[in-house]
Nanobody, 124 residues
């Protein structure tokens, strides 16, 4: 059974940094594009970032460009989200997802696998 387990969330002050990790199991990790999404209280889930299976392509939502960086380590079956210059509006539950297409991740259409999320709270 495929599992995606996020970690690294927590409480941070505005301007601070966090690094989220997502460990995948029972998945041919190196064959999947990986993505990060978030859902703020009272809002719909939204795309944050995605990375292709071969590490050659990365995609970001406009709201996070220049502040958040997605990366992956295929040897460790792990995808990361480095979050810098955090703002209160970044407060959300952050979800990891896997799909064979980075385009599918960007469109949030029929994604293969989801994690359960990790909470990030940014205080002002």
């Amino acid at each position: 059974q495929v599992q995606l387990v996020e970690s690294g969330g927590g409480l941070v002050q505005a301007g601070g940094s966090l690094r989220l990790s997502c460990l995948a199991s029972s998945l041919t990790f190196s064959s999947y594009a990986m993505g990060w999404f978030r859902q703020a209280p009272g809002k719909e889930r939204e795309f944050v970032a995605a990375i292709s299976w071969n590490n050659l392509s990365r995609y970001y939502a406009d709201s996070v460009k220049g502040r958040l960086t997605i990366s992956r380590d295929n040897a460790k079956n792990t995808v990361y989200l480095q979050m810098n210059s955090l703002k209160p509006e970044d407060t959300a539950v952050y979800y990891c997802a896997a799909d064979q297409s980075a385009a599918t991740l960007r469109l949030m259409h029929d994604i293969d696998y989801w994690g359960k999320g990790t909470l990030v709270t940014v205080s002002s």
